[in-house]
């Protein structure tokens, strides 16, 4: 896969650089830049090349907000970058064509626009237009078969960002990793999970799962679930449910925030969060490996029950400081790393959720086989 450093000219080249800004935003207000800055160093390499920028991203319209990158393009202002925002696409080409070497626009939303989504070929030729090479540096949606990630591609010479190439690198490294090797996993949805956690029971020497995924092993195990989130189908759960390598949580808190033990719950709980002798466990397993790879909450923590997912977070800051390899991504995991300060206590963070943990299912992502395959 050709990357960022493999452009010999740059100077003057007008680059259509797809980044991921889709971050929380309240009252016109970026909250949380993690993904903004991760794209940062692409961004200054191209300017000190002397490029010229385009940027493209998408911002998802949630609680109350329009989906307008305006915000983003305060934030990037706020960053040092010289960014323009175009709000009307049929003004692009004119501000571009005049824009100076080193300088950088940002574009509205692409999801605002059909063909984004349904990957048309005639929305890949407007982006394409815009530009002379394509780069991604989103990461965290290159396992979508978007237009401005699998689309472009088919049109111009493209190339992965410096982002995208630190996602791949280090996140390859649980496919050969050191071993003690802990594998923790929590959120919800096994149907989309189950590949990836037998993949990792042949690699990993210990694999937890928490959060509403273990209400499923529970159930397959004959505990009492009561009213619990468990996943939609039937999912063939024997092969995990069954293996030495896996761990589960102990203990549990239910909806009256009261702790029992995970195999006498009553007909009326319902689990929402890990007890504290599980985060004992957990401790225990951390100090021990040298490779810790983790991705989701123990709880639901959308729902305020965090604190066994923040002591979790403090615990591989700890263990990276004692020299293990600490590699984690995932929203809530993320939300937990940032609500307290530790971001920088890790080995890596990704700045994927589902990305992540597809590519560690599959080894690549559609974003990635385009860029192998995009034209010369």
Known sequence: MKTLRDIQVLEGVNVLVRADFNVPVQNGLVTDGFRIA?????IDFLRRKGARIILISHLEAIDGGNGTLAPI?????????PVRFIKEWKSAHEIIERLDNGHCVLLEN?????????????????LASLADIYINDAFSVSHRQHASIVGVPKLLPSYAGLQLEKEIANLSRAFDPSHPFLFILGGAKFETKLPLLEKFMKIADFVFVGGALANDLFKKKGYEIGQSLTSKGDI?????????????????MNQQQSIKAADSLDAADRIMDSGPKTVDLLHERINQAKFILWN????????????????????????????????????????????????????????GGGAML??????????????????D
Do not use: C, M, W
């Open 38 to 42: 991760s794209t940062l160093p692409t």
């Open 73 to 81: 393009a305060d934030h990037l202002i706020k960053l040092g970058q």
């Open 110 to 126: 692409v999801r605002l626009f059909e063909g984004e989504k349904k990957n048309d070929p005639a929305f890949a030729a407007e």
């Open 236 to 252: 063939d759960l024997r092969r995990i449910a069954d293996s030495a390598k896996l761990l589960l949580p102990v203990d549990v």
């Open 296 to 351: 989701g909450p123990l709880g639901l923590y959308e729902d305020g029950y965090r604190g066994p997912t923040l002591e979790l977070a403090k615990l591989l800051a700890a263990a990276t400081l004692r020299g293990a390899l600490t590699i984690v991504g995932g929203g809530d995991t993320l939300a937990a790393i940032a609500a307290l300060g530790i971001e920088k206590d890790f080995t890596f963070i990704s700045t």
């Open 358 to 375: 597809d590519f560690l299912a599959q080894g690549t992502l559609p974003g990635i086989e385009a860029l192998e395959y995009s034209v």
